[in-house]
T-cell receptor, first 111, second 116 residues
Framework: TQLLEQSPQFLSIQEGENLTVYCNSSSVFSSLQWYRQEPGEGPVLLVT?????EVKKLKRLTFQFGDARKDSSLHITAAQPGDTGLYLCAGAPGANSKLTFGKGITLSVRP | DAGVTQSPTHLIKTRGQQVTLRCSPK?????VSWYQQALGQGPQFIFQ???????QRGNFPDRFSGHQYPNYSSELNVNALLLGDSALYLC???????????????FGPGTRLTVL
């Protein structure tokens, strides 16, 4: 069983602060995805990373895939209240393999 | 362009009953996956349907079954409901193996099932 551990579980910060959260595994993934989920809604895909060492930016969000394709980080610059939500990482060992999700990181950004 | 839709939004059942949840995939998608998300947890993969057949299955008992129709819509059936089946059930659609190598899935809003 491939497990994805996300840390920290909960994070509460002030608007304007920077933060980094992590997604770690002992297994290698062919691709890894980050989602954001708001209460009462389904997860929304933010990014997919597939190459070891890859860095992708989405406005104030920076995603990095580890060189060994076992871990990933998400850095948010100048967090906004609209960034509040549950951040999930999910990995797949191969093309169209089932996705394994982490438990998620609950982020709260206070105005 | 319609996204993934699910019905019903909420459902309350009692132990031992049976339930059917429905999903229409995003336009152009032919693969549907079902997930169970318990409170405070990430989604757990139940199974995936492609070309009207179950292609992959997670660690869920046979009480969980599904179906995919020729128009790619799908149903999730759960028999003999238990209290522990209370969760948000998510449907996700994607393109089949021959056209996608990234597993990019688009999720619906989910059906909140409460078993009393």
């Amino acid at each position: 069983t491939q497990l994805l551990e996300q840390s920290p579980q909960f994070l509460s910060i002030q608007e304007g602060e920077n933060l980094t959260v992590y997604c770690n595994s002992s297994s290698v993934f062919s691709s890894l995805q980050w989602y954001r989920q708001e209460p009462g809604e389904g997860p929304v895909l933010l990014v997919t990373v597939v190459t070891g060492g890859e860095v992708k930016k989405l406005k104030r969000l920076t995603f990095q895939f580890g060189d060994a394709r076992k871990d990933s980080s998400l850095h948010i610059t100048a967090a906004q209240p609209g960034d509040t939500g549950l951040y999930l990482c999910a990995g797949a060992p191969g093309a169209n393999s089932k996705l394994t999700f982490g438990k998620g990181i609950t982020l709260s950004v206070r105005p | 362009d319609a996204g993934v839709t699910q019905s019903p939004t909420h459902l309350i059942k009692t132990r031992g009953q049976q339930v059917t949840l429905r999903c229409s995939p995003k336009s152009g998608h032919d693969t549907v996956s079902w997930y169970q998300q318990a409170l405070g947890q990430g989604p757990q993969f139940i199974f995936q349907y492609y070309e009207e057949e179950e292609r992959q299955r997670g660690n869920f008992p046979d009480r969980f079954s599904g179906h995919q129709y020729p128009n790619y819509s799908s149903e999730l059936n759960v028999n003999a409901l238990l209290l522990g089946d209370s969760a948000l059930y998510l449907c996700a659609s994607s393109l089949g193996a021959l056209t996608s190598s990234y597993n990019e899935q688009f999720f619906g809003p989910g059906t909140r099932l409460t078993v009393l």
